[in-house]
């Protein structure tokens, strides 16, 4: 499964003009995240990928983005790590991006390259919720009640909990008129309220394009 910008942006918190500014390098610095899948049109993000923008998303909110290119770049030249941006831990304190663990933080910025002073951080669990400008960002693994995204299931696509069923088919299906209690005619085993659900989580990534679509394909409000 790979995630076109509209939904790896939904998933992620970041936004599209957001995406293109940190898949390319500036002179503030290199690329803050440049797509696992594919870089150029059309772009795909991976899961892991989605893992690090969440991250990058956190840090933007408390930090500027001319120190997370700055720390990307430390990382991954000074201190020559190269695993995928999802494999560490940043944190920010407002002023500077450390690389944490559980025991100890190195300064990404401040001094890089070294291991600074130990320094406690709340290391942020980067899948569950949060609120960025007032906008709810969903669980990564739990979008909705009845909607979850698995990289063991579909590669991750949004799925209907407990099958298989992609949430997107059952939203189109309410969105070209079928009655959610109808829903199970077509995907047995799938409620209704799932059905709804569906529905509404597909409302949220296209609120990301600026172009929602309500019953019957119309054109809603973001």
């Given at each position: 499964?790979?995630?076109e910008?509209?939904l790896?942006?939904?998933?992620?918190?970041?936004?599209i003009?957001?995406?293109?500014r940190?898949?390319h390098?500036?002179?503030?610095?290199?690329?803050?995240l440049v797509?696992?899948i594919s870089?150029?049109r059309?772009i795909l993000?991976?899961?892991?990928?989605?893992?690090?923008?969440?991250?990058?998303?956190?840090?933007r909110?408390?930090?500027?983005?001319?120190?997370?290119?700055?720390?990307?770049?430390?990382l991954?030249?000074?201190l020559?790590?190269?695993?995928?941006?999802?494999?560490?831990?940043l944190v920010?304190d407002?002023g500077?991006?450390?690389?944490?663990d559980?025991?100890?933080?190195v300064?990404?910025?401040?001094r890089?390259?070294g291991k600074?002073?130990?320094?406690?951080?709340?290391l942020?669990?980067?899948?569950a919720p949060?609120y960025?400008?007032?906008?709810h960002?969903?669980?990564?693994?739990s979008?909705?009640?009845?909607?979850?995204?698995?990289?063991?299931v579909r590669?991750?696509?949004?799925?209907i909990r407990g099958?298989r069923?992609p949430?997107?088919?059952?939203?189109?299906?309410?969105?070209?008129?079928?009655?959610?209690?109808?829903?199970?005619?077509f995907?047995?085993?799938v409620?209704?309220?799932?059905a709804l659900e569906?529905?509404d989580?597909?409302?949220?990534?296209d609120?990301y394009s600026g172009?929602?679509?309500g019953?019957?394909?119309?054109?809603?409000?973001?």
């Open positions: 499964m790979s995630y910008p509209k790896a942006a939904a998933l992620s918190g970041a936004t003009p957001q995406l293109s940190w898949r390098a500036s002179g503030a610095g290199g690329a803050v797509p696992e870089a150029t059309p993000y991976s899961f892991r990928d989605l893992v690090a923008l969440r991250a990058c998303v956190l840090l909110q408390e930090t500027s983005l001319q120190r997370i290119r700055r720390a990307v770049d430390s991954r030249d000074d020559g790590e190269r695993e995928h941006l999802s494999e560490y831990r920010t407002g500077t991006v450390y690389l944490a559980a025991d100890y933080a300064d990404l910025i401040g890089k390259g600074g002073n130990l320094v406690i951080h709340q942020v669990d980067v899948l949060f960025r400008d007032g906008r960002i969903p669980d990564l693994f979008p909705r009640p009845d909607v979850a995204v698995d990289p063991h590669g991750g696509e949004p799925v099958t069923v949430a997107s088919e059952v939203a189109a299906l309410i969105r070209d008129g079928v009655e959610p209690e109808q829903i199970a005619d995907f047995p085993g409620s209704a309220e799932a569906a529905t989580f597909s409302d949220y990534v609120s172009t929602p679509t019953p019957g394909g119309s054109r809603g409000a973001a």
